[in-house]
């Protein structure tokens, strides 16, 4: 699976909009870029995921560069339940094996 | 709870004890899952377990032993255990499909927090 970069940490004003960047510079044309948080003492928790076109859920939105070498989570309006590890995972959509491999991630902190 | 239930939540061993890390899914998945997560360091996947059968072991010591009994249940067994062992084991669960990957189906569990002394 393609390696991906992410920032150490970040902070962020409550209520003001969170992006979270991830560099993929070696992305292959079958991996998509998914992204999960881990808060505090649980477990991750998918967010979203994409491809090449941008997509948008309840939780969040992803900008993926045309090239698809970086992409960007962005968190709207973010809260301090929004304080968590950022993780960006880029793998491959279709193939058997469910496997996630995480990284280091982006600590972010929202503060009031 | 996620659907993914571990127990216990806290264990202290000593390194000469035996002891077992228990997971549970109830969302009718396929394959499991262990984890091991160390203070400052990244998640790292230990064990793998698909329709029952291990698929995958990331050269884990042998003082770590996982068993898988049915779809439903995993278990991690520890034994002579080492300090640098402590840290938070976390379970997971997903749906393996061939040919497709459901990101939004890859549920944790909350970890069991584990010290060795």
């Known amino acids: 699976d393609a390696k991906t970069t992410q920032p150490t940490s970040m902070d962020c004003a409550e209520g003001r909009a969170a992006n979270l960047p991830c560099n993929h510079s070696t992305i292959s044309g079958n991996e998509y870029v998914y992204w999960y948080r881990q808060i505090h003492s649980q477990g991750p928790q998918y967010i979203i995921h994409g491809l090449k076109n941008n997509e948008t859920n309840e939780m969040a939105s992803l900008i993926i560069t045309e090239d698809r070498k970086s992409s960007t989570l962005i968190l709207p309006h973010a809260t301090l339940r929004d304080t968590a590890v950022y993780y960006c995972i880029v793998r491959p959509y279709n193939n058997a094996g469910n496997m996630l491999t995480f990284g280091g991630g982006t600590r972010l902190m929202v503060k009031p | ?117």
């Open chain 2, 1 to 117: 709870e996620t659907g993914v239930t571990q127990t216990p939540r806290h264990l202290v061993m000593g390194m000469t004890n035996k002891k077992s890390l228990k997971c549970e899914q109830h969302l009718g998945h396929n394959a499991m899952y262990w984890y091991k997560q160390s203070a400052k360091k990244p998640l790292e996947l230990m064990f793998v377990y698909s329709l029952e059968e291990r698929v995958e072991n990331n050269s884990v010591p042998s003082r770590f032993s996982p068993e898988c009994p049915n779809s439903s249940h995993l278990f991690l067994h520890l034994h002579t255990l080492q300090p640098e062992d402590s840290a938070l084991y976390l379970c997971a669960s997903s749906q393996d499909q061939e040919g497709a990957f459901l990101p939004d189906g890859y549920t944790f569990g909350s970890g069991t927090r584990l010290t060795v002394v």
